[in-house]
């Protein structure tokens, strides 16, 4: 068998990767395309795996998120997740699955974790302070229109 020169190994390269964009951008027909159905008949499907709070706590951490942002990862609510990590409940349905996939592929999952840049959150405690003198005056001003009316 001969064997191809580095320039010749270049071009075709080259010519593939062309193609494939060409048939990308839909300029180009792909040279043959399998397309096949799967049905049940076809595949077994294996239960998620049990997962208890060490497993769960294992999975999040290893993810690097807080309980809340896993809680959003997998759309289920941060004391649920609490909850699991506690080992009160135990995960079931789609979340058992969900975790199975962060657990075999992380990478998948943090595709959905979408870090937003670090801004400074206000402090609630100044915003009660502003609010409390407010109320207080609303409450006084209602109490002299109600006594007023009698």
């Known amino acids: 068998m001969a ?8 071009r075709l ?7 494939a964009v060409a048939i990308v951008r839909g300029k180009l027909a792909p040279s043959r395309v399998t397309v096949r159905e799967i049905t049940a008949r076809d595949v077994v499907i294996t239960p998620p795996p049990a997962f208890d709070a060490k497993r ?17 990862v997998l759309n289920v609510s941060p004391s649920l997740v609490r909850a699991w990590e ?15 996939v962060a657990e075999n592929y992380p990478a ?5 974790a979408i870090t937003r840049e670090k801004r400074p959150r206000p402090r609630a405690s100044s915003a009660i ?10 409450a006084k001003s209602y109490a002299k229109r109600s006594n007023a009316r009698r």
């Open 86 to 100: 506690r080992g009160a409940r135990d995960p079931e349905g789609a979340p058992q699955r969900l975790l199975q």
């Open 56 to 72: 769960v706590q294992r999975v999040r951490k290893r993810m690097k998120l807080s309980q809340a942002v896993f809680a959003d």
């Open 3 to 10: 064997r191809r020169s580095d320039s010749e190994l270049e």
């Open 13 to 19: 390269l080259i010519a593939s990767a062309e193609e």
């Open 108 to 112: 998948f999952m943090d595709d959905l």
């Open 129 to 138: 302070k502003r609010a409390r003198p407010l109320a207080a005056k609303k």
